[in-house]
């Protein structure tokens, strides 16, 4: 399974938790830690939301290394183009990203709950 990227760059780690993780007082599925440039990916139930979390999570990374942050960009528009870059990637590079992390490590991971 990858463990990092390099957003224009940077070297982005991604750290993997086997918990669901808390940010803010909220749980979420991730989020990509500004000072440390990680993302934290936790617990997912679904293939699907672990691979689209890594991709949006990587779209935050990529809003931080663009200068975008540093304008007047407000988080609720973030989050609007970071979704929308992470649906656009997703859609067209899947098999990569299946390729990059595979489901049979994602199980492993974050084994089915009986």
């Known amino acids: 399974m990858k463990k990092s990227f390099t957003v224009l ?8 938790h086997k918990r669901v993780l808390e940010l ?3 749980l979420v ?3 990509y830690d500004l000072d440390l440039k990680e993302i934290h990916i936790g617990h997912h139930f679904t293939y699907q939301s672990f691979l689209e979390t890594i991709v949006h999570e990587l ?9 975008l942050r540093q304008t007047s960009l407000t988080k609720d528009i973030e989050e609007m183009v970071v979704d929308n ?3 656009l990637i997703f859609e067209l590079f899947k098999p990569q990203l299946e390729k990059w992390f595979p489901e049979k490590d994602f199980l492993k991971l974050y084994p089915p709950q009986k």
């Open 9 to 16: 760059g940077q070297k982005v780690k991604i750290k993997f």
């Open 59 to 67: 779209g935050h990374s990529l809003c931080q290394r663009s200068g």
């Open 24 to 26: 803010n007082g909220s």
């Open 85 to 87: 870059y992470s649906k």
């Open 29 to 31: 599925y991730g989020y």
